[in-house]
Nanobody
Framework: VQLQASGGGLVQAGASLRLSCAAS????????MGWFRQAPGKEREFVAA????????YYADSVKGRFTISRDNAKSTVYLKMNSLKPEDTAVYYC???????????????????WGQGTQVTVSS
């Protein structure tokens, strides 16, 4: 599967953005999907994930209550709505697909096999 992330940009603190990740192929609905981010000089970190059915979501503590992950299997797209953005949210955001469907490791980036190219989010203070 190929993933194409979009929707990043430069915004001021407190603003909102919605990231999209469009997937190719017919098997999108069989994958758990995740969003990760990587700031300069830091490791890639988990942001949010959603089960293949959309029935359960997971969030990093740093974004809980501000970010919402969702998916539309009919459109083969996963979204990340980001509200109340902070300068520390500045990073390249990556979407990824996990075909294993192993819930216990859904926050582990090593579980994800397919990755998008990333979209830059910059939040100014």
């Amino acid at each position: 599967v190929q993933l194409q992330a979009s929707g990043g940009g430069l915004v001021q603190a407190g603003a909102s953005l919605r990231l999209s990740c469009a997937a190719s192929g017919r098997t999108f609905s069989r994958y758990d999907m995740g969003w990760f981010r990587q700031a300069p000089g830091k490791e890639r970190e988990f942001v949010a994930a959603i089960r293949w059915s959309g029935g359960r979501t997971y969030y990093a503590d740093s974004v809980k209550g501000r970010f919402t992950i969702s998916r539309d299997n009919a459109k083969s797209t996963v979204y990340l709505k980001m509200n109340s953005l902070k300068p520390e949210d500045t990073a390249v955001y990556y979407c990824a697909a996990d075909p294993s469907l192993i819930t216990s490791s859904i926050t582990d980036r090593r579980q994800y096999v397919y990755w998008g190219q990333g979209t830059q989010v910059t939040v100014s203070s």
